[in-house]
């Protein structure tokens, strides 16, 4: 009763946070000086074409008018149109959206199939070598400019090495060659659905570099986090019995200790998580990655608040869920964690 009590009241903060969201940069939008009737109507307007326009967007009716016009269609889940290219904006983010979650995702298996292990053999053997170098690379990882590891790995892997692709999600003659049917967004599970072998080797090689520079955060937070919670873990006297009963390092350390030493480490992953949804922006422009991005940032340039502002309600509701999740996560895993 607990738990579902709790989890009605988070579902409620929820509701709340997003809709203050919506409510701010609703305002923002309509307050920041622009002119969307005019950009509506495009290049070289007459006034009878901007009355005309104001009318039909409804920018002639009081704000809390339209404020409640655009909350009602967001219940009916109809996130409004792009004034940019005049397309229903939900039907866009089905398009950019994917392609952003594919680079998040990798990002994030990247960061912790590397960071975990790192971070609690660095903490077995503090001290070592392989400690000084885990927090030498952590520290590294946190410190280096996205924009300036980014164009590093272009300059190293594309230009001087000619193993990676420098930008896109799929190389112009393999898409002519071997088209890829879209089902989910994600290139390379429609690769793999369809046993496009071709096609998904590139995909996988284009993810590459981008995934790596987006990973580079979160990694070195993993590492970091992991590494001091395997430190004060293995001093618990439960690490102690287990050493004295004989029991394997390796089982020590990866199923003992890291079972308690990855409740801190969750919250790291679920910042990361979100880290890498906004900081996908910029690794999307240096990557000429087409994904959410990419989306906002010509809605940004093009003054096309109706995307904006959906965008980052789109953000929003990633961020709200996955900490509503990782709270409900860390309650199931550690029955010490009390549900308030």
Not at 77 to 87: A, E, M, P, T
Not at 112 to 126: C, D, Q
Not at 301 to 317: A, E, G, N, Q, R
Request: charge should be positive; charged fraction near 10%.
């Amino acid at each position: 009763m607990q738990r579902w009590e709790y989890l009605l009241k988070r579902l409620f903060l929820a509701i709340v946070v997003l809709f203050s969201i919506s409510l701010i940069t609703f305002f923002i939008a309509r307050v920041l000086p622009s002119d969307p009737a005019a950009a509506w109507v495009g290049p070289r307007p007459t006034q009878e074409q901007i009355a005309k326009a104001t009318q039909t967007l409804g920018l002639d009716q009081p704000l809390y008018v339209q404020y409640w016009r655009y909350l009602t269609s967001l219940l009916r889940g109809d996130l409004g149109v792009s004034i940019k290219s005049r397309q229903p904006i939900l039907t866009e983010l089905k398009t950019y959206l994917p392609a952003t979650l594919e680079l998040v995702i990798a990002s994030m298996i990247i960061g912790e199939l590397i960071g975990l292990p790192l971070g609690v053999l660095s903490g077995a053997w503090k001290g070592g070598a392989l400690d000084n170098f885990s927090r030498i690379l952590a520290v590294a990882c946190v410190s280096v400019p996205t924009f300036f590891l980014g164009l590093l790995l272009q300059l190293v892997f594309f230009a001087r090495l000619k193993l990676l692709p420098i930008s896109g999600r799929i190389s112009n003659e393999i898409a002519i060659n071997y088209p890829i049917t879209p089902i989910t967004g994600f290139y390379t599970i429609d690769t793999l659905i369809a046993g496009n072998w071709p096609a998904f080797q590139d995909v996988l090689l284009h993810l590459i570099l981008p995934a790596i520079t987006l990973a580079a955060f979160g990694l070195g937070l993993s590492i970091r986090m992991t590494r001091a919670s395997i430190i004060e873990t293995l001093n618990e006297k439960y690490i102690l019995a287990a050493r004295v009963a004989g029991l394997p390092r390796r089982t020590i350390l990866f199923v003992l200790a890291l079972k308690n030493a990855i409740m801190p480490t969750l919250n790291v992953i679920g910042l990361s998580f979100v880290y890498s949804l906004t900081g996908s922006i910029l690794v999307e422009v240096i990557f000429s990655w087409p994904g959410l991005g990419q989306y906002l940032t010509n809605a940004v340039l093009s003054l096309d608040f109706p995307v904006i502002v959906s965008v980052t309600l789109v953000v929003t509701v990633f961020y709200v869920a996955v900490n509503l999740a990782l709270d409900l996560i860390q309650a199931t895993i550690d029955p010490r964690v009390t549900l308030s």
